[in-house]
């Protein structure tokens, strides 16, 4: 789950005044007197949005169904269901931290539907490291940073045999230029796009009550940048000693090399191509197993082929790769069914986000996400994620899962508004 804080404009400022007399007499020899300038104080019109001490309680659900395009026994439908509590801390951040707010947001789960593979959430806690700047009238608050933690129970290692395991997982993020997380008061129509471009550090740790690693790999760490275009690159180091760097440009080509003690690979991506039958995608596999005994392992040919187009529209890939726009829709009076519960905020504004994440190596993302926010209190936010994966090899489609997501705001203290209202808000 994500704890998703969304960018937005204002366009509210100050004017600067200045007071200035030019007059001419005999006593200064016709030197202009000089009037000193009065600068006014702005009054925000609204409190501040970061405040030490602040607190925020949360409830929600998430849903996520895995549909197979050829399911089977290995590969069968399933779902994973959780309800969780989300506890978000406004504190001053220690010392050497990237911003001068650290807002701790703790999550527990409780599944309501166990997966029958991959991971089972349990808990998972994040600091996003945040300032927040008073121009004129308005506040703007950015991102600088993140660090969050995952723990999850790996349910796909221990169907390998063993566990159960236990995966840690400690995702350090940075920003190249801060995330804009909002310019307070909210302006309805505002329309941005977000700034991507970050760097990502993943260290994770798998084992069992006894200290044993699962037999299959998995990736120890992981570093990857982003450009605000969507183009990445990765370096993982896996469980079983390889070593796997992946690239992918602003214009859709891709290569991967993984090396170790085990085999070499190599693949690349190309450009879609236009042929009679429409567009392909032209891409390159090769392998070469290393040698551990004293028989030599078998020369794998590169192998060249034409893929099924997969990507939207079956054409080019599209520009950017990765898109995050949000608009302020405007004011909202009544909350959707699926915010019942919330408690009141007064001046609530909806926001509304829509992604798209394009990885030619195999998957395609989509996300719509409604929020409704009080001067940066999240009343509620819903929130649905398709991602399709494909064989990157032939185009052909695997798996697509759906996710919806629902935080209802339960609770809020320490915050510094002027009206404050605890009845229930109306859903319809």
Known sequence: MRFHRLVLFSTVTASAIAIAACSTNGNNNGVSPVIPTATPTVTPTIAPVLAAGKVTKYSGTD????????????????????????????????????????????????????????????????????????????????????????????????????????????????????????????????????????NVATSTTDVSAGGTQPTGAFPLSVAQSFANDGSTTRTQQLSDGEQDVFTETPSGTASENETGPLYLLQTTIGLPVLAAAGYTIPNTWARQDVQSGP??????????????????????????????????????TTLPAGCSGAIAEPNVVEVDAAQTSLNVNGTYEKQTQQQFDSNGTLVCVLRTTTTSSYNNNTGVLLVTATEAYAQILTSLTGASSAVRNTSILRAH
């Open 63 to 198: 849903v996520t169904s895995f549909v197979y395009a050829n399911p089977g026994p290995y590969q069968a439908n399933y779902t994973a269901g959780y309800s969780f509590a989300q506890v978000g801390t406004v504190s001053a951040a220690p010392a050497g931290a990237p911003a001068p707010f650290d807002l701790n947001v703790a999550t527990t789960y409780t599944t309501t539907q166990v997966p029958t593979t991959g991971n089972q959430h349990i808990s998972q806690t994040i600091d996003n490291y945040e300032s927040q700047t008073l121009s004129g009238a308005s506040y703007t608050v950015a991102l600088v940073g993140s660090k969050a933690v995952t723990v999850d129970t790996d349910l796909a290692a221990a169907a390998g045999g063993g566990g159960p395991y236990t995966a840690t997982s400690t995702i350090t993020t940075t920003y190249v230029t801060p995330r804009l997380v909002g310019v307070y008061p909210l302006v309805t129509g505002n329309v941005t796009t977000a700034n991507l471009a970050r």
């Open 295 to 332: 028989t030599a392992p078998p020369t794998f040919k590169p192998r060249s082929q034409n893929a099924a187009d997969w990507y939207p529209g079956a054409a080019l890939p599209p520009q950017p790769l990765a898109l995050d726009t949000l608009t302020v829709k405007g004011p909202a």
